[in-house]
């Protein structure tokens, strides 16, 4: 079976990109959409991991091929953050997740207590802010899963996080990280032999998936942005003609649609700034544990992960 385990909705709420900050959100999909292009696109199950949030999620929670899942934003020391996928939670869980999210070494207890399927995502990316290389060690520590295919990541942050997550032993997912349909399902993760969302979030619990799909880059980050920034555009006018728009918000919007065109030159700062980060860490990595950038070491935890799920 298959299905994108990471993509957003309205509910993820505001955009934390530049140049989006002034249209209030950084996704415009609605859950209904977010499902109806994902199966047709061929995914088997359909989840939403907007951030800290299941709002969106449990508009479609009655559907059988749908289970609830979110982005948590997971606060460490200084303010510095990591985002963590949760799959096929409960509303319980949910709110002792959010209750939890400040307190790292609690939350990932809590995860493993009650046998959540978690992964840690774009172990590399610069848009999650400043990290130390002992915030990843502590993920790559304490989670089953790491996230080694991204759909909105270069091919490099792919593969570093990859070449990580072997060398700590962990079983590997991907996800489009979608903020428009366009991408929804691009990105994905199979758990063979699965015929029902249980036994689907049992195969990642084992450990048993495989990540499939595309990779992101420059063109498809300019494109994404762009999306994001017509919608929000639209929606702020939407809004006006409603009556529910902020006076402020439609001033920017006004001031900065001229701008669009500049598009491709503010994500290729981001791209080239993600690649550079993305570098500096890898390298902390391959220092830190001794091993080449090709082939490292894989400790032999596999089949420990393994007996645990069962």
Request: aromatic content about 8%.
């Amino acid at each position: 079976m298959r299905c994108d385990l990471h993509v957003h909705s309205w509910y993820s709420g505001g955009a934390g990109v530049p140049v989006l900050d002034h249209l209030g959100r950084e996704c415009y999909s609605g859950p209904l959409e977010v499902y109806e292009r994902a199966r047709a696109r061929g995914m088997d199950l359909v989840t939403l991991t907007d951030h800290d949030t299941i709002e969106g999620a449990l508009r479609l929670a009655h559907l059988p091929d749908f289970f609830v899942s979110e982005e948590v934003t997971v606060v460490l020391e200084a303010g510095r953050q990591l985002h963590v996928n949760v799959f096929g939670i409960s509303e319980r869980q949910h709110a002792r997740v959010q209750a939890l999210r400040n307190d790292a070494e609690a939350l990932f207890a809590f995860l493993a207590e009650e046998r959540i399927p978690a992964a840690v995502n774009h172990l590399f990316s610069a848009l999650t802010g400043a990290r130390e290389l002992a915030d990843l060690r502590l993920a790559l520590g304490r989670l089953p899963l790491v996230e080694t295919l991204n759909g909105a990541m270069p091919e490099g942050h792919n593969e570093q996080a990859r070449l990580v997550g072997r060398a700590c032993g962990l079983a590997a997912v991907g996800g489009s990280d979608a903020h428009s349909l366009a991408h929804v399902a691009r990105s994905f993760t199979t758990v063979p032999g699965a015929r029902d969302r249980q036994e689907f979030l049992a195969g990642l619990r084992a450990g048993l998936c495989v990540p499939a799909g595309r990779s992101g880059g420059y063109v498809r980050l300019t494109g994404e942005v762009a999306r994001i920034f017509v919608a929000g555009y639209g929606e702020t006018w939407r809004a006006l003609g409603r009556g529910e728009a902020h006076p402020l918000q439609v001033a920017a919007s006004a001031a900065l649609a001229p701008f669009l065109p500049l598009v491709p030159l503010v994500t290729l700062f981001i791209h080239v700034r993600e690649l550079a980060f993305g570098r500096r860490h890898f390298r902390a990595f391959q220092q830190a544990f001794g091993w080449p950038a090709s082939e490292p070491r894989r400790p032999a935890l596999g089949a420990r992960r393994l007996e645990e799920a069962a």
